[in-house]
């Protein structure tokens, strides 16, 4: 008994060595190694703290950058979103590293730079997102797959977007703007003063209108309910975006986790049963005309082919991309037109 109970003794103590060794290699000589390796070839930045890297810098910078109060006439929003950039190009050029956490992470701002990476093909800059709430957010889709994947995935989801397709829901589009219009006239006919109307909020509201009706047709207040709690995985996921993300933690039962399972639950099964429910009356009323159908029909067995280009969770996976892709860039873009409109009237 007495020489099992050493042996288990031993055991705990080399594991317990062990996870000290990897996080010494990890939080400590790693990120020296790459310091020291990338100073050496000219890229400098902002020294590495144990454990939180850069992102003590981050958050306080961006707490200082939070009360400043743009002028009318000034575009300048970079120090209010990212301070840090501002203050580190000046210092370390236009490409550097910084920390995100142990992370380390090369920030391009010089434009022939970026324009090689993105137009790279030989694979030696792949998608890596190691958050873990921003991957169950984006699930395994075309956004973050690579090579062969990417292609398999871009060949289903490519046709959907045709241009010829996509005029064919300009009716949809303008019959969801013309509602938000009659909304506001409405408003303006029971007030006879000025009537001050959140432009943000409303352009976020059609957008999602927009991309309900678009991506899922007949279904469109399933997709609706389906955007709204997609909105709220996506709010979670943004919460997390400055924190260090320890390995493993996504699995524990904190109350962050639970509300992020139940919701991402929900999604997807949500999108499972409109899904099943197309798939179940094509035969009847075919895929659809919307982005879902498209993307259905496109995903459908070839010739001589039993089962479909895309899994259930792969589709499901594209159907998040079409909101978190197309909501807040669409909306963000539609109130900065009206403000320069507004602050233009010439």
Request: contains cysteine; positive net charge.
């Amino acid at each position: 008994m007495g020489n099992l109970g050493w042996m288990v003794a031993a055991a705990v103590a080399a594991v317990v060595a062990s996870w000290a060794f990897d996080a010494v290699v990890k939080l400590v000589w790693r990120p020296r190694a790459i310091t020291r390796r990338l100073r050496a070839q000219g890229v400098g930045g902002p020294g590495y703290r144990f454990f939180s890297g850069n992102l003590g810098e981050i958050k306080r910078l961006r707490g200082e950058g939070a009360g400043v109060v743009l002028d009318v006439s000034s575009h300048d929003f970079v120090p209010i979103v990212q301070p840090h950039f501002r203050k580190w190009i000046p210092l370390y050029g236009k490409t550097f590293m910084y920390w995100f956490g142990a992370r380390p992470t090369i920030c391009l701002a010089d434009v022939s730079m970026v324009r090689q990476v993105l137009s790279d093909r030989t694979g030696m800059y792949p998608k890596n997102v190691s958050n873990p709430y921003f991957a169950r957010l984006l699930g395994k889709g075309l956004v973050l797959t690579d090579g062969n994947e990417w292609k398999r995935h871009r060949k289903v989801v490519h046709p959907a977007f045709n241009m010829d397709k996509l005029k064919m829901m300009t009716v949809t589009m303008s019959d969801c703007a013309q509602s938000m219009i009659s909304e506001w006239e409405s408003e303006l006919g029971t007030k006879s003063d000025i009537v001050e109307i959140e432009l943000s909020r409303r352009f976020e509201e059609l957008t999602a209108d927009v991309i309900s009706h678009t991506a899922f047709g007949s279904s469109y207040k399933e997709g609706k309910q389906v955007f709204l709690a997609q909105r709220e995985l996506q709010f979670l996921a943004f919460s997390t975006f400055l924190s260090i993300q320890i390995p493993g933690s996504n699995y524990l039962p904190t109350k962050k986790n639970l509300k992020t399972w139940s919701v991402d639950k929900k999604v997807r099964s949500m999108l499972t049963d409109i899904i099943k429910s197309r798939l179940n009356n094509k035969d009847v009323a075919g895929y659809g005309n919307d982005l879902l159908g498209l993307m259905l029909e496109a995903c459908a067995p070839k010739h001589g082919e039993s089962q479909p280009q895309l899994s259930m969770d792969e589709i499901i996976a594209e159907c998040k991309t079409f909101f978190f892709a197309g909501h807040d860039t669409t909306s963000h873009l539609l109130t900065w037109t009206m403000f320069l409109l507004s602050t233009h009237p010439e």
